[in-house]
């Protein structure tokens, strides 16, 4: 059997990795929720946030808009990726369903779930997103993931960003993460 030539071996090694990575975030893809299932997880990751998040109700009361995201899948062999189905949620009521997905390379492997609760703060800013055919964070709109002690109540925190992000995983809120490079899509459901 021949050697590949060093330099193909390094493109034929991130291939693999791409077929791997498409087997892992391919079947969460292909099974898109229904747009009751998403309703049904928007509002259990909307409690959790309020029970978690000291002054958490008070908070999203104060928003234009909360895009909530109940489980993002991150799944990576070298190269890695994300993906998940969430709602757009305006006075409490769902008002657009969105994809987020994302894709990273490094030093990476297996899977993870967690929860994303964007809040937009500022009318302008929930405006561009809504009328933008593909949002991404970090080039269409900065996204800051709020953090703050352990008993502290979010609303004592001075909040300037027009857009703040929230992540959970399964042992709670999760910190010192960025949004940066995830691309929001409006779906049709």
């Not at 990273?104 to 929860?115: E, F, N, T, V």
């Not at 994303?116 to 500022?122: E, H, K, Q, R």
């Not at 992540?167 to 409006?186: C, I, Q, W």
Request: aromatic residues 10%.
């Amino acid at each position: 059997m021949k050697q590949l030539p060093k330099h193909l071996a390094g493109k034929w090694a991130i291939l693999v990795s791409c077929l791997g990575l498409l087997f892992f975030v391919s079947p969460a893809v292909t099974m898109a929720a229904s747009a009751t299932e998403i309703d049904i997880g928007v509002n259990e990751t909307l409690k959790k946030f309020q029970k978690e998040v000291s002054g958490g109700s008070e908070f999203l009361q104060r928003a234009h808009g909360v895009l909530v995201f109940p489980k993002v899948i991150k799944a990576g062999f070298g190269i890695g990726g994300e993906y998940g189905e969430g709602a757009l949620q305006i006075n409490g009521e769902t008002v657009d369903y969105y994809s987020t997905a994302a894709a990273s390379i490094g030093l990476q492997l297996g899977a993870q779930s967690k929860s994303l609760v964007v809040v937009f703060l500022a009318s302008d800013s929930l405006k561009y997103f809504r009328n933008s055919k593909g949002w991404k964070a970090g080039v269409d709109g900065s996204v800051a993931v709020v953090e703050w002690g352990a008993g502290e109540d979010i609303n004592t925190i001075d909040i300037e960003d027009p857009i703040v992000g929230f992540v959970f995983s399964n042992k709670g809120l999760m910190f010192n993460l960025t949004l940066e490079g995830s691309k929001f899509t409006r779906l049709n459901k």
